[in-house]
């Protein structure tokens, strides 16, 4: 049974990428695969894919979540979009140095107002005076992770995004989808590889840290999630021809099982808490493409239940003395399911 310190692990701070390369697909990718362990480039990722391997992608399209401004009471406030609930409500968090109490209004980035509702738990229900979408493209700012260090600029606007995002509405970027350009996707088309999206709205909680030393006590945060019939089929397409069914990203790993948790998966729309530890059954999807991910943070796990736990410390421990980038900016690895393996090798 693990417990929350099984999965800290020390990393110096210059491993953090700070700033994306050039070149999306420049990054490198290690590939894990029981115990082996490769050093590759990202480009890489043709030659390791087979025609009718299935890639399943999260199109989600980063918000610019973030906005600035005052109570009506004067006081500063910061504000992000967590969820868009319709057209002109969404959910956020609001920092204060007191909280806004329903029914008070708050003037966001010196451009339009809103007005407070409800509280439920650490979110607020903020509703807006116009068009969400609209406001938040027109007025709001990126909100790139708390471990980066610089505010958003142009570049990070358009980098911290995927070539292929669609549908709006996270607060962060599926990661691993950074790596793919359109060059890159031609290549793998070239070759056979099939393409097939779900989409995962991803929310802040993504980068909160486990704080309770057991695992059953957390409490996971909630995102939502849409799984088309479309890629239903094509998994199902995939898994009869014996291919296999590649998650790019935790969120589309996340989607997919989620949606498979009958047994078999299921096209639709619903909230996921979906929590994977090392013990969980992977029912879909067999391949995984994904960055490395925080100490102690729910994604450590969900990639050590996928791969085995010793095979992904061994790796991450190679990870930090190979100089690899770390985190959303950072590098790749390709994991292969090792549920059939021994958990604990």
Do not use: C
Request: proline residues 5%.
């Amino acid at each position: 049974m693990y417990s929350l310190s099984d999965f800290d692990f020390d990393l110096p701070p210059e491993r953090i990428a700070q700033i994306p390369l050039a070149q999306r697909s420049a990054s490198r990718l290690l590939q894990l695969d029981g115990d082996a362990i490769v050093d590759r480039q990202f480009g890489d990722i043709v030659d390791l894919l087979a025609p009718g391997d299935l890639l399943v992608m999260n199109d989600t399209r980063v918000l610019k979540a973030r906005f600035f401004g005052v109570k009506q009471t004067g006081g500063n406030v910061e504000v992000l979009v967590e969820r868009v609930l319709d057209s002109r409500t969404v959910l956020a968090q609001v920092r204060a140095s007191k909280s806004p109490k329903p029914g008070n209004r708050m003037r966001l980035a010196d451009a339009f107002d809103v007005v407070v509702g409800e509280r439920a738990g650490e979110f607020f229900t903020l509703t807006f005076d116009a068009d969400v979408f609209a406001l938040i493209e027109a007025h709001g700012r990126l909100p790139l992770p708390p471990y980066i260090d610089h505010a958003a600029d142009a570049f990070d606007e358009r980098r911290y995004q995927t070539v292929y995002a669609k549908q709006p509405g996270a607060v962060a970027a599926p990661t691993a989808g950074l790596h793919f350009d359109d060059a890159l996707l031609a290549k793998l088309a070239a070759k056979g590889v099939d393409f097939a999206y779900v989409t995962l709205h991803v929310g802040a909680g993504t980068f909160q840290p486990v704080r309770v030393e057991v695992l059953a006590e957390h409490n996971m945060h909630t995102e939502w999630y849409t799984v088309p019939q479309a890629t239903v089929d094509a998994v199902g397409a995939a898994k009869a021809a014996g291919r296999a069914v590649v998650a790019v990203g935790t969120t589309s790993l996340r989607a997919l099982e989620s949606a498979s948790q009958s047994g078999v998966l299921a096209a639709g729309s619903a909230d996921t808490a979906l929590f994977i530890t090392p013990g969980y059954t992977f029912k879909t999807v067999t391949r995984l493409i994904t960055n490395f991910h925080l100490p102690k943070s729910t994604l450590l796990m969900l990639v050590s239940a996928f791969a085995g736990y010793q095979p992904i410390r061994r790796a991450y421990a190679h990870a930090i003395a190979s100089q690899y980038r770390f985190f959303s900016y950072g590098d790749a690895m390709l994991l292969t399911t090792g549920q059939h393996k021994n958990p604990d090798a």
